[in-house]
Nanobody, 119 residues
Framework: QVQLVESGGGLVQPGGSLRLSCAATRSIFSIDAMGWYRQTPGKERELVADITSAGSINYGGSVKGRFTVSGDGAKNTVSLQMDSVKPEDTAVYYC?????????????WGKGILVTVSS
């Protein structure tokens, strides 16, 4: 069964940068979008950023201008460059890949990776 594996998380100081990466363990066909959500205890999972196979990009409001998502459809990878991070960016970040844009046919989630922003 194909899995998504995240890497690059850890501790970063406020104002610093971190890069998250996500790769599939084997090829996934017919992906329409890949991206990142994040979640903190007691809160719902929220969209960070995603990118479609056509190259359209969407960001959650709180990260616009600070985070940059990029992807390689041929390699089934997606990355998230996090700049000017803030303590409120502390969360578990989940990578995903899905089929379907207006309605989701299937979705695969990574196990999540912790990002902690603290001095």
């Amino acid at each position: 069964q194909v899995q998504l594996v995240e890497s690059g998380g850890g501790l970063v100081q406020p104002g610093g940068s971190l890069r998250l990466s996500c790769a599939a363990t084997r090829s996934i066909f017919s992906i329409d979008a890949m991206g990142w959500y994040r979640q903190t205890p007691g809160k719902e999972r929220e969209l960070v950023a995603d990118i479609t196979s056509a190259g359209s990009i969407n960001y959650g409001g709180s990260v616009k201008g600070r985070f940059t998502v990029s992807g390689d459809g041929a390699k089934n990878t997606v990355s998230l460059q996090m700049d000017s991070v803030k303590p409120e960016d502390t969360a578990v970040y989940y990578c995903y890949a899905k089929k379907g844009l207006t309605s989701t046919s299937w979705i695969i989630w990574g196990k999540g990776i912790l990002v902690t922003v603290s001095s």
